[in-house]
């Protein structure tokens, strides 16, 4: 590819033209074609200007410098592939350090998903976590906490702003509409806020949920009609607990939907 055509026209377009540089945009591939979706950032070193102002600052240089994946140095805080380095495991657990170069659990899960999706071997304890090169991620809400329950009382008003925002002026934007598939992970936070999952992305959920085990479920969405073939599916947050059977289950549906309609990621 040449230079400047690393990226996606309709990424390049937002991070460019057509957004704040106060917005977290998110981080790993933009050019692929699975788009996950948390409840917020764990990094409360950053306020939500400073999260959003440095990866939307990041973005642009990367943008603008031609940067690729392959580019990016171990350990470097780069929103193409954040910490690479770490290796699978999770690194604290119960408050304990269980593996000094391990992740977050949230990642450790991510991988897995993709793993399977992709049918790729899954990883063991000494592989390196490289999730963020077959997905984009990013958050309904921009206000940073370790758990979403720690966030201070004072800042509701601020979080429902932030996701009713995101939700409006970002989630909108041609970029984030292309995935094909998007996993949104977020338990019960969309009810909660009012995250119109069907809205937002075009679909239409299928009028059921799927449990798997205790605290372990599943909807599934697809897109309404005349529209390009796309699966949402909302669930629980990747978190300690998670069950790896749902984890396999929703990655089955992906794999279902790819099939289907002879998409190739």
Known sequence: MTKNDLYKESFKTLVLEDIENDNYIGEGNPNANILILGKESTNINLS???MGEKNFNSWTKII???KQVSDIKM????????WKGQK??????????????????????????????????????NDFIDFHEYCFHSELNQINAKRSDLIPKEFEIKRIESIKKREKLLFTHPFYQGFQIVIIACGH???????DIENTFKVKWQGSTIDTSKGNWFNIHYNLPNESPKIVIHTRQFSNGISKILIKEIAEECRNFMDKNNIQL
């Open 75 to 82: 350990f470097e805080d780069n929103p193409l592939f954040p």
């Open 189 to 195: 936070y969309s009810k909660k806020y009012n995250f």
């Open 88 to 125: 699978y495991g999770i690194r604290r657990e119960a408050g304990k350090i269980t593996g000094e170069h391990g992740t977050a659990p949230t990642w450790f899960f991510y991988q897995l998903l993709i793993d399977m999706i992709l049918k790729k071997p899954l990883k063991t304890l």
């Open 64 to 66: 603008k410098n031609d």
């Open 48 to 50: 939500e200007l400073e």
